[in-house]
């Protein structure tokens, strides 16, 4: 994984993770890459260090990072975790073991799935999966019955 910072037209830097240069440079091509303040595909790499002879490579860009980065919601997990009391993280990791054992994963399907147990199109049965704050507040106000809870790390 790389970590570029880039620039778009309008002058707006962010930064963003590739796998590596070749993924960058055909993003880039096919202006798969959005501005994250406004959306434009004009995107080029910022200068994030003053250029030393050569051009081009990858040997210059001094942001290049050997592991991959975690999620903002694996962080975030991790740090809740590690605020959390030692019982509630115990209690927490029991619960998830249980859903493990009885509830069919479905992993980023669940509000779909949840939507077909609810309208009677798929049995009736236990499932755990990921979904987004707003999947969450749609199936809640659609009457269907689900439970969040904090996904800690196993190896917490
Ligand atoms: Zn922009």
Same mark, same amino acid.
């Given at each position: 994984?790389?970590?570029?910072?880039?620039?778009?037209?309008?002058?707006?830097?962010?930064? %963003?993770?590739?796998?590596? %240069?070749?993924?960058?440079?055909?993003?880039?091509?096919? %202006?798969?890459?959005?501005?994250?303040?406004? &959306?434009?595909?004009?995107?080029? +790499?910022?200068?994030?260090?003053?250029?030393? &002879?050569?051009?081009?490579?990858?040997?210059?860009? /001094?942001?290049?990072?050997?592991? /991959?980065?975690?999620?903002?919601?694996?962080?975030?997990?991790?740090?809740?975790? *590690?605020?959390? /009391?030692?019982?509630?993280?115990?209690?927490?990791?029991?619960? +998830?073991?249980?859903?493990?054992?009885?509830?069919? /994963?479905?992993?980023?399907?669940?509000?779909?799935?949840? +939507?077909?147990?609810?309208? &009677?199109? %798929?049995?009736?049965?236990?499932?755990? &999966?990921?979904?987004?704050?707003?999947?969450?507040?749609?199936?809640?106000?659609?009457?269907?019955?689900?439970? +969040?809870?904090?996904?800690?790390? *196993?190896?917490?």
């Amino acid at each position: 994984m790389i970590l570029y910072r880039l620039r778009c037209s309008k002058g707006h830097e962010f930064e %963003s993770w590739f796998k590596d %240069s070749k993924t960058y440079e055909r993003q880039e091509k096919k %202006s798969l890459i959005g501005c994250a303040v406004c &959306g434009d595909s004009k995107i080029a +790499r910022a200068i994030m260090a003053p250029r030393i &002879g050569k051009k081009g490579g990858d040997a210059e860009i /001094p942001a290049a990072v050997p592991a /991959p980065a975690p999620s903002p919601e694996q962080q975030q997990m991790a740090a809740l975790a *590690r605020r959390m /009391p030692k019982e509630m993280r115990e209690a927490l990791l029991k619960v +998830r073991a249980e859903v493990e054992k009885n509830c069919e /994963p479905v992993g980023e399907r669940f509000a779909e799935e949840a +939507r077909k147990i609810h309208y &009677g199109e %798929s049995d009736k049965r236990g499932i755990y &999966g990921e979904t987004s704050d707003e999947e969450a507040r749609a199936l809640a106000e659609e009457g269907i019955e689900f439970g +969040r809870l904090p996904w800690l790390p *196993r190896a917490n």
